[in-house]
């Protein structure tokens, strides 16, 4: 009987005239470790594939063949792919009967190139068209006859098996068959296909507004919201190994604690969305945080259900966060997806973090700017405390929800007038265009309020200058203000004063400016008068001589009243106006007695 051969579909006449009954069918299938056929599967990178080939030899049975034909050999040719799959251990191929039992005297080599085989080897893929690419592997019966009398006369199917385990970086679809060569005559197998899964896992970046501000700069109190697409899209028609399942299906992030705060606000917002943006119900997933590693960790709780319901989609996963106020320098920040134990990192996302330090100085008017921190100030001197604000950088990408200045006057020393002024530190534009210059006064974006009971002054940027300073021009270069708030020097001594900035209730303390104010000079004091010297005694007056009056008898007094009476002052008698001339004298004697007297009081008054 004369049975045919067709290869690559070309057929041609065997050599072989004995009798038999179909042409070999010889069989590849594709297994995982687990035993489950995968053949038409996703699999996970790095997995392995247990091929297993089947010599169909028992259509064989009881044939017999000339000694030429059975030189020709028998081959098995597998033509892995080389690029899936660069090192399998063919030590561990195994060759079994149907009934379990060992099969020995098959060779098996592997090839890197077709140049590389022996020339029997190469003149029987060419007669047969069977082209290989790249590496491939060659089972070989090392004695063809006894091959022959064992396995093929026999009808012995014989099993080869071997695993191979995908390269770490192979991505795609890989395929492969081999081929039966009994007789010189090569029968192909059916070839099996799988599709290694491919997550690609993104993370960006946004601000309040959701925009995206990857490589931007931020500033202290800056709400950041990290986005992350959690890619599950090719986990559909997928296959994973128990040993695979036992490893989850999880995502992960890693934030920085030093620059970040996470409160329990912020953990209460997390959320996670499907495709369609419906909120993915908390009770799939566990959720867990560690504050003093500054991560947390998101894991399927049952990861097959999951994918049946979420397989084939990207979910969003939003979290967000504070930008510390100390912070300063880069935020970086990766997260990574699990797939059964392979870990694939997201693009790393960074955001910046300028220094913004508030200054506070002191001088004595607008135009005369010079600083007088250090310096003394005399007592009721008008000046200014300058309240200059942080800069906030160029290519900014938060925003500006709040910007205020609180200064605690000391109210022993100084008193506040009730004058203020805010000038612009860098150009902006207002909404309609106009261009607002650096150094323009822009007081009426600000309010300002003052306690004559604290001292407290608190200046405070309005809504119209925030939304101002958050058009995205504005964005795009630097900004700031400075307030100078006018005060009158009213007591003595050493004066310290410090203010507090607040960007977006984040609140940093300026420098502390120091005046002295002397004590006024005291007026000087009048020397004590010297004691004035003792007055005089005037002389006594010599006793006048008094006239002698003619004798007269005595007048007898009339009695008006015999009852005593006080005087009129018109009547109390008046120096000069008696008519008897002793009283006169002595009138005039005392009357000098008393000048004298009077004259020396007064010059001891005067002096």
Same mark, same amino acid.
Request: hydrophobic letters at 30%.
């Given at each position: ?517 002397? =004590? *006024? &000079? %005291?007026?000087? !004091? $009048? #020397? /004590? @008068? +010297? =004691? *004035? &010297? %003792?007055?005089? !005694? $005037? #002389? /006594? @007056? +010599?006793? *006048? ?6 004798? /007269? ?55």
């Amino acid at each position: 009987t004369t049975y045919y051969v067709s290869i690559n579909n070309k057929q041609g006449n065997s050599n072989i005239v004995t009798k038999t009954s179909t042409k070999p069918d010889p069989v590849k299938k594709d297994f995982d470790t687990d035993g489950n056929d995968i053949d038409g599967k996703k699999v996970l990178p790095e997995s392995t594939n247990r091929y297993t080939l089947l010599w169909n030899l028992s259509q064989y049975r009881g044939i017999k063949a000339s000694a030429n034909a059975i030189q020709k050999g028998f081959y098995f040719v597998d033509d892995v792919n080389d690029q899936a799959f660069s090192d399998i251990d063919l030590s561990k191929v195994t060759f079994k009967t149907a009934d379990s039992q060992d099969v020995s005297g098959i060779k098996v080599t592997r090839y890197s190139s077709i140049s590389d085989v022996p020339k029997e080897i190469q003149n029987m893929l060419k007669a047969n068209d069977i082209t290989v690419d790249g590496s491939f592997i060659v089972y070989s019966a090392e004695d063809p006859q006894k091959f022959f009398e064992r396995y093929v006369q026999t009808g012995t199917d014989i099993n080869l098996s071997f695993d191979a385990t995908l390269n770490s970086d192979f991505d795609g679809e890989y395929t492969n068959k081999a081929y039966e060569v009994d007789f010189g005559q090569a029968y192909q197998t059916n070839e099996v296909t799988n599709k290694v899964i491919k997550s690609t896992p993104t993370k960006q970046a946004l601000n309040g507004e959701g925009q995206n501000i990857n490589d931007k700069n931020v500033a202290r109190g800056d709400k950041l919201q990290y986005q992350i697409e959690w890619d599950l899209s090719d986990f559909k028609d997928f296959n994973v190994t128990k040993d695979q399942l036992a490893k989850g299906l999880s995502i992960y992030d890693d934030y920085d604690e030093n620059k970040l705060k996470i409160t329990n606000a912020d953990k209460q917002a997390f959320v996670v969305r499907d495709a369609q943006s419906n909120v993915v119900p908390t009770d799939l997933y566990t959720l867990t945080w560690n504050d003093q590693k500054g991560a947390w960790t998101l894991e399927a709780r049952d990861p097959l259900s999951f994918l049946e319901t979420y397989g084939g989609q990207k979910l969003t996963i939003s979290f967000f966060s504070t930008v510390s106020t100390a912070a300063s320098g880069h935020i970086y920040n990766t997260a990574i997806q699990n797939n059964f134990g392979k870990n694939i990192e997201t693009n790393q996302v960074v955001n910046h973090i300028p220094k913004m330090d508030p200054k506070k100085d002191i001088n004595m008017s607008l135009e005369d700017n010079k600083s007088l921190d250090g310096s003394d100030i005399a007592l009721g001197t008008v000046f200014n405390y300058v309240l200059e604000s942080s800069t906030r950088p160029a290519n900014y990408g938060g925003i500006t929800e709040e910007w205020s200045y609180t200064d605690i006057l000391d109210i022993g020393h100084d008193e506040y007038t009730g004058q203020f002024i805010v000038k612009a530190k860098f150009d902006f534009k207002l909404a309609d265009g106009t261009v607002v210059k650096a150094g323009d006064d822009i007081t009426k974006y600000f309010t300002a309020t003052y306690d004559a009971n604290t001292g407290e002054f608190k200046i405070t940027a309005t809504a119209e200058y925030l939304d101002s300073i958050n058009l995205d021009v504005n964005k795009e270069t630097e900004q700031g203000w400075i307030a100078y708030v006018q005060v009158r020097r009213i007591a003595s001594g050493d004066v310290e004063n410090t203010a507090v900035e607040s960007y977006n209730n984040e609140t940093v303390k300026t420098n502390t400016v120091t005046t002295h104010t002397p =004590e *006024p &000079d %005291k007026p000087v !004091e $009048p #020397e /004590t @008068p +010297a =004691e *004035p &010297d %003792k007055p005089v !005694e $005037p #002389e /006594t @007056p +010599a006793k *006048p001589e008094m006239p002698q009056p003619a004798v /007269t008898s005595p007048q007898s007094v009339k009695v008006v009243d015999s009852k005593p009476r006080t005087p009129k002052e018109s009547e109390l008698p008046q120096m000069g106006d008696s008519e008897d001339p002793v009283l006169a004298y002595l009138g005039i004697a005392l009357g000098a007695i008393g000048t004298l007297t009077y004259a020396g009081t007064r010059k001891k008054r005067y002096n």
